[in-house]
């Protein structure tokens, strides 16, 4: 029978001291109070004041924690506890620990491990001759080697781990809380590669710590040779700033700066960067005489009292090509929002906003600016908005039921040198629902809108309609109503091992003609896309200055099938259908005339193997197709990747949207295990020209993936010319991700 004691006092000293060693939490383990559960075959004293023994199978319970080991001395005397012989801990983290031998001091000042070795909860591994604690604050491993990779095969057979660290001297100060590392090397399957004489770094308990951060170097055609060297700030526990000094040698230094706070009401984020290119010697590079260029990114968020919000979006830089030119992009904390800033390279939009928000009400207030960036933009012509108003209450009518909501919308649409729009709009809507017995749904709704336009300088235009008066100023008032029903019928049948769906739907809305004249200029419902997700909208137009009048019907068909092989089916098709042959909507709508474009969608998934998703529009008079976005993903063998097909037979000079046609393919090809191979190809169909082109490399395990691709791009935009890109990258896990470029 085992022997049980509560000698909480020893033990809980000895696993604290093991703790500390390892650089766990030993104060919080003296503090808690706690009791220790000891387990041993066998505990003796061979005199009264003599060394407690504890032999056999010894485990010692702390809390979430576990210490085990063949052997457990105390001497009271000294106040030293030895472990030895299979010593293990398993902390609360899920960390193990071992080591052949343990010898720490009562105090928990000083300590010693022979034969260290960790494995992690992230299934890191660690290892160490002697884990050493000094002076109650520096603990230290000599030998160590570190790495996240397996150093064993299925079999059970030794293995060479992908990566490691290695190092003579480990050093971590606890009051300093940094890591230090003498004589470091990187190894890559067994081979050094890299070498660092001395390394330092914070500790884990560092949230954060002014410092270098990691370089970017290569070499451009525009820019020349560059090296960028970020360094960061932290300046509080609630704001810090990173500095990276962009140096190429064609044009100078880019200096690109990121300010990030944190308020007790919210936070926000400010990036940029200024050069100043006067200097610059390149006479063959047509950038103009532009000399200070620059741009800003941003964003914030606050909250100012529980119902009031305030915010804020800025994308904004000195010239057309400025972002292209220096690939720049929003980083750390602005990152996620890189294909609304910079990605879009014809119009950068910047917002100031606030909302008050209720249980039965909102209210915003919004401020938009825009920025062209295409060759053709006329900065005196790109409108600014300041402010827009829009309010929405809802309300649950007593008499008829249903769901109801007032809205109101006031707005100034400014341009310097073209037409000036004050606009004040309310809305009263009502919808109500209701099921059959037989499973039929329908749905009435009404509306009505009043709004009132007033404009000045209309003989001078806008950026995308030439005027339309030559009066300066006009008032237009309209009111607009629209009544109608939806009714839909779905279907089930079973079959078997599948199960199929199929519900008709029909809409009807009626508006009187006439409700959109030129005198109102279209600024907020240039953007309509006709497809089956907008079919059954009574009002396709995606913003008031437009409005869906007259007489129409919806009518469209839903399809489901699904089996219980993991194979689903989804289809829907449909048109709208006009009483008038007058329609508010241009020919490259679909919309146009009586009858519309045929509408459908395919979405067709075979598990994780095969999943296809088609969207088209089919003339109704030609049975051409004017529109057809097709993609598929696959993954078959040792082959997977992604195909879109893009076709376009717009001509909108509204939008600027022309036909186009582009096939864009990412593919990879597993050779072995962890080799592979990568292929990417983007073509405009149209002109038969190649847009970009990509092939590449890779390799990846449990632990690292390294990749060299080569790409090329053919896109130009003035001084931007066609490149050629090689690039390395490399991820190696719980370390993070590396890079190295060159482009030509």
């Given at each position: ?354 909302s008050r928000l209720t249980e039965q009400s909102r209210l915003d207030v919004d401020s938009f600016f825009f920025q062209g960036l295409r060759p053709g933009d006329n900065a ?55 099921t059959t017995r037989s499973g039929q749904r329908i749905t009435g709704f009404a509306e009505l809108r009043a709004e009132v336009y007033h404009t000045e300088d209309l003989n ?285």
């Amino acid at each position: 029978m085992p022997t049980r004691l509560r000698i909480g006092t020893i033990l809980r000293s000895l696993i604290a001291s093991v703790l500390a060693v390892f650089a766990a939490a030993s104060a919080a383990a003296q503090q808690s109070g706690e009791d220790v559960l000891f387990e041993a075959a066998n505990i003796s004293r061979e005199a009264e004041n003599g060394p407690i023994i504890a032999e056999g199978d010894v485990s010692a319970f702390f809390g979430d924690q576990l210490l085990s080991a063949d052997r457990v001395t105390y001497d009271p005397a000294t106040e030293i506890v030895t472990a030895v012989g299979n010593v293990t801990l398993v902390s609360a983290q899920g960390d193990a620990f071992y080591a052949d031998r343990i010898e720490l001091a009562g105090d928990l000042r000083d300590g010693i491990a022979v034969s260290f070795r960790a494995l992690l909860s992230d299934d890191a591994r660690l290892a160490a001759r002697y884990a050493v604690r000094r002076r109650g604050a520096v603990n230290e491993l000599r030998h160590a080697v570190y790495s996240a990779c397996d150093v064993c095969r299925r079999d059970g057979a030794p293995t060479t781990p992908t990566w490691r660290l290695r190092a003579v001297r480990v050093t971590q100060n606890e009051e300093r809380r940094t890591i230090s590392y003498r004589h470091m090397f990187f190894d890559l399957k067994g081979v050094p590669v890299l070498y660092a004489p001395y390394f330092q770094q914070p500790d884990p308990t560092v949230e954060r710590q002014s410092g270098f951060l990691t370089p970017n170097i290569g070499n451009n055609t525009l820019l020349g040779a560059f090296f960028e060297l970020p360094y960061y700030f932290a300046l509080s526990s609630n704001f810090d700033m990173t500095l990276a000094p962009f140096y190429t040698s064609n044009d100078g230094v880019l200096w690109k700066n990121e300010w990030r706070h944190r308020l007790n009401f919210g936070e926000y984020v400010l990036q940029g960067g200024v050069i100043n290119t006067e200097q610059r010697d390149n006479e063959n590079d047509p950038i103009g005489d532009a000399s200070l260029r620059w741009h800003v990114f941003g964003e914030g968020d606050f909250n100012i009292t529980p119902e009031w919000r305030a915010g804020f979006d800025v994308a904004r830089t000195s010239d057309d090509t400025y972002i292209r030119r220096y690939d720049i992009e929003p980083e750390g904390d602005l990152r996620r929002d890189a294909n609304s800033l910079a990605g879009d390279l014809t119009r950068l939009t910047t917002n100031v906003n606030a909302s008050r928000l209720t249980e039965q009400s909102r209210l915003d207030v919004d401020s938009f600016f825009f920025q062209g960036l295409r060759p053709g933009d006329n900065a005196g012509l790109t409108p600014y908005v300041l402010p827009q108003i829009s309010y929405t209450r809802d309300l649950k009518p007593a008499l008829i039921g249903g769901r109801a909501e007032v809205r109101g919308d006031i707005l100034s649409l400014q341009r310097s040198e073209g037409v000036d729009t004050r606009r004040f709009a309310s809305a009263v809507a009502w919808s109500r629902g209701l099921t059959t017995r037989s499973g039929q749904r329908i749905t009435g709704f009404a509306e009505l809108r009043a709004e009132v336009y007033h404009t000045e300088d209309l003989n001078e235009g806008t950026e995308l309609v030439a005027p339309v008066l030559d009066d300066d100023t006009n008032t237009q008032f309209r009111a607009l109503p629209t009544i109608g029903a939806q009714w839909s019928f779905p279907l089930v049948r079973y079959s078997g091992a599948s199960r199929q769906i199929i519900e008709p739907i029909a809409q009807v809305a009626l508006s009187p003609i006439g409700g959109n004249p030129p005198e109102i200029f279209n600024e907020d419902s240039q953007s309509l896309e006709f497809d089956t997700a907008s079919l059954f909208q009574f009002n396709k137009f995606s913003g008031l200055d437009r409005f869906e009048d007259g007489q129409r019907a919806n009518l469209g068909v839903r399809f489901a099938s699904i089996w219980e092989s993991g194979l689903r089916v989804d289809a829907t098709v449909g048109q709208t259908f006009r009483v008038q042959e007058q329609s508010p909507f241009g020919q490259e709508t679909g919309l146009d005339g009586r009858t519309s474009d045929i509408v459908g969608s395919l979405d067709l998934t075979l598990g994780r193997s095969f999943r296809l998703s088609n969207r088209l529009r089919i003339d109704e008079d030609s049975g051409s197709i004017r529109r057809n976005e097709t993609s598929a993903r696959y993954r078959l063998g040792r082959f997977d990747g992604l195909f879109t097909h893009t076709s376009l037979e717009d001509n909108d000079v509204e939008t600027g949207i022309v036909s186009r046609e582009e096939l864009n393919t990412r593919n990879r090809f597993r050779v072995t295990r962890n080799w592979f191979g990568t292929v990417g190809w983007r073509e405009d169909l149209v002109t038969n020209q190649t847009i970009q082109q990509s092939f590449g490399v890779l390799y990846r395990d449990n632990c690292a993936s390294f990749q060299i691709s080569y790409r090329r791009d053919f896109i130009r935009d003035r001084e931007i010319q066609p490149n050629t890109s090689v690039l390395f990258t490399f991820q190696l896990r719980t370390l993070g991700d590396f890079g190295l470029s060159n482009l030509n």
